[in-house]
């Protein structure tokens, strides 16, 4: 059985986000339409502050978690942005599986399951039967990490700096097939 849910998975600055991009950029180039976040790391000297989560359809950025945050839940030395969560990755995902033809999802981690609408986002997502890229946190233990984990649709991947162009190509590949059949 194909499956049509990828989810990356291994430990920090393993290439999870720059295989998504590639296979984004791969899939966008054949014309098809793709949506859903992005995470990227905020870095000021060399020094990780936090992240900022990416809107891919629109552009928009947000902070996820940082440092310098005074609200919010807190994972690690960092605060999340329920509200940039809940305003800016929960919409993205939600207009993903409403009109785009690949979705993405970068990530599903303690940071992101902190907010309840990104959770219902990501479950959106999934039961629209549309194709999906992710990041799932290699650690996460979390009722809805767990149930991803054990569907049948879902195709958990380790990634390291060796295999990913490997894996890029492989999910590249089957998701345009994917893609064409319904096209």
Same mark, same amino acid.
């Given at each position: 059985m194909v499956k049509r849910i990828w989810l990356l998975t291994g430990e920090p600055g393993s290439g999870k #986000?720059?295989?998504?991009?590639?296979? @984004?950029? #791969? @899939?966008?180039?054949k014309g098809y339409s793709i949506g859903g976040v992005v995470s990227? /790391? !905020?870095? @000021? !000297?060399g020094i990780r502050m936090g992240f900022d989560i990416v809107d891919l359809l629109s552009g928009n950025r947000v902070?996820?978690?940082s440092v310098e945050q005074k609200m919010g839940p807190r994972v690690g030395k960092y605060r999340v942005n329920?509200?940039?969560?809940? =305003?800016?990755a929960a919409k993205a995902l939600i207009e993903a599986a409403q009109r785009c033809d690949l979705i993405v999802c970068d990530e599903i981690g303690p940071m992101e399951m902190a907010s309840p609408e990104f959770r !219902?986002? @990501? !479950?959106?997502?999934?039961?629209?039967?549309?194709?999906i890229i992710g990041v799932i946190h290699k650690h996460l233990r =979390?009722?809805?990490?767990? /149930?991803?984990?054990?569907?049948e649709d879902v195709e958990v991947v380790e990634i390291d700096l060796y295999n990913s162009d490997e894996i890029v190509s492989k999910i590249s590949e089957v998701v345009l097939n994917l893609l064409g059949e319904k096209g």
């Open positions: #986000t720059t295989a998504i991009m590639k296979i @984004v950029n #791969t @899939v966008r180039a990227l /790391e !905020k870095r @000021v !000297k902070i996820l978690a329920l509200k940039g969560l809940s =305003d800016l !219902k986002a @990501v !479950k959106e997502a999934v039961s629209s039967g549309k194709p =979390d009722p809805l990490a767990d /149930e991803l984990r054990a569907s």
